[in-house]
């Protein structure tokens, strides 16, 4: 059986999703997700790093995957990654050409990390003399630290990717008739952005404002400890008929940030491709607070939809607690997607 899985390690959770395909259909084999160790992801001392090999170590057995080749995600805040504009080059001039535009835009020695880039659009698709490439580095610390864990967990990574593009992978088969589309995943930490045209990737962007930060607005705000603003977060959350708009007022400033960079990137791509980006697609944890679709539809003035990777999957009865729960699985959804042999 030919199955492929995908690990979205998180900072608040871990989550995974195995796939099974056949001529071009998917059915979910496995699904599951467990809190992420504290320190795990952010701490290099050996007992944080066997405690986070452990957890992925319980979550393949209890869901019962079967495979132990996987795809995993790279956090967008801790990568560099670009749409670049070059000229029209052969795949052998372009290796090169992109080692000198790479220093332009890391802000590391390229010696201290992994680089890789892919063609998105040639000069036929892009109509001028230039073609679009997204640059991908990663630095080598972060790399080897996923990979140590994952081989104290006794499974095997096959390849690496950002988090904005698996969840793009899994988020544009939703709406395959949707020329533009907006992607906005909203996590613990960042909100990572990426735009769609045509099923292609033109921009991406990772803001430093996201569910914690509203947790942390809402404690301050109403004087509130952690775990009570959290719980406000969970059950009020931007609705502006609860208790008289005040959680909604304390989250304004965070929600004021993310709300502007996702301004500037529609008028990105109205300036750039002379259209109206069509939807935005949310994903992550924090966009199912109540309120959060309506509130971006508003000030955004764009139809704005929950994320659905489930879409196209066949799914066992035994699934059917996941569909709410899809905003959560887009990594990893995607992930599985692409790992395809």
Known sequence: ???????????????????????DTFALMAAGSVPTPPNAFTSVSPADMEAAAATVKRLIKDTGAKGREVQIALPESKIFSRVIEVPALSQRELASAIKWEAEQYIPLPLDQVNLDFTILRDTKATGTNKMEVLLVAAPKTLVDKY???????????TAAETEIIATARALVRSLPNVKSILVVSMGAQTTDVGILRGGILAFTRSIPAAGDAITRAIGQGLDFSSPQAEE???TYGLQTDKLDGKIVLAAKPIMDSVVGELRRALAYYQEKFKEPIQSVVLSGGTVR?????TYLAQELGVEVLLGNPWAGITRDARFNVLTSEGPNFCVAVGLALNSRK
């Open 232 to 234: 406000y977060k969970r």
């Open 1 to 23: 059986m030919n199955t492929t899985l995908g690990l979205d390690i998180g900072s608040h959770a871990i989550k995974l999703v195995e796939l099974v395909e056949d001529h």
């Open 289 to 293: 607070i109540p309120g959060m679709v």
């Open 147 to 157: 990979l140590s864990i994952l081989e104290l967990a006794e499974i095997t990574a």
